[in-house]
């Protein structure tokens, strides 16, 4: 293995590898789905159980009452996931009960600072684009695709951009389609 890591270092070093040798270097976790650790999904049931462990034999620590709420899967167990919330709340959830479908919530960080802190929705991925929602820290929303600055978000009758870096519910620089 010693030498498996010197030949990818070597490598790197050298720039031969692309993408998929750093993230071999870099040790990219994986859970037993094959999917990658951590990342973000969503509620998919109005109430769902957070427990201690990874069983309907562990107790229940807390009670989703939301559909669509973003979390973060950081551990896998069988058909089991450790989930965080926004709130940094952990604990164990089925499988059966999380969705792919990304959300959002805007600047949960910055909930009960004023009645006027918003997050901006622009109708373009720019800050000098017109605001045409503005939002408040806590709102659930729909993210479409993010560029690494930008997420597309709908948010009830208002489709438009928000910046990545006042929600949670995307990595800082994550891409995706």
């Not at 293995?1 to 070093?13: K, Y």
């Not at 009960?97 to 622009?122: D, F, I």
């Amino acid at each position: 293995m010693r030498s498996v890591v010197s030949i990818v270092c070597i490598a790197l070093s050298l720039g031969l590898l692309g993408a998929a040798g750093e993230a071999m270097a870099q040790g990219a976790a994986k859970g037993a789905s094959g999917l990658p650790l951590p990342r973000f999904v969503s509620l998919k049931s109005k109430r769902v159980n957070m427990r201690i462990g990874p069983s309907t034999d562990y107790a229940v620590s807390w009670m989703y009452m939301k559909s669509g709420m973003p979390v973060e899967i950081i551990q896998e167990y069988e058909n089991w996931r450790r989930i965080r919330d926004a709130d940094g709340t952990e604990g164990w959830v089925n499988q059966a009960l999380l969705s792919g479908e990304r959300t959002a919530v805007a600047a949960p960080w910055m909930r009960g600072k004023g009645k006027e802190v918003y997050v901006n929705m622009r109708r373009e991925a720019q800050s000098g684009a017109s605001v045409i929602a503005r939002l408040e820290p806590g709102v659930v929303f729909r993210i479409g695709e993010c560029n690494g600055d930008w997420c597309r978000a709908e948010a009830g009758q208002a489709s438009g951009w928000v910046s990545q870096g006042e929600i949670w519910g995307a990595y800082p620089g994550e891409a995706f389609k």
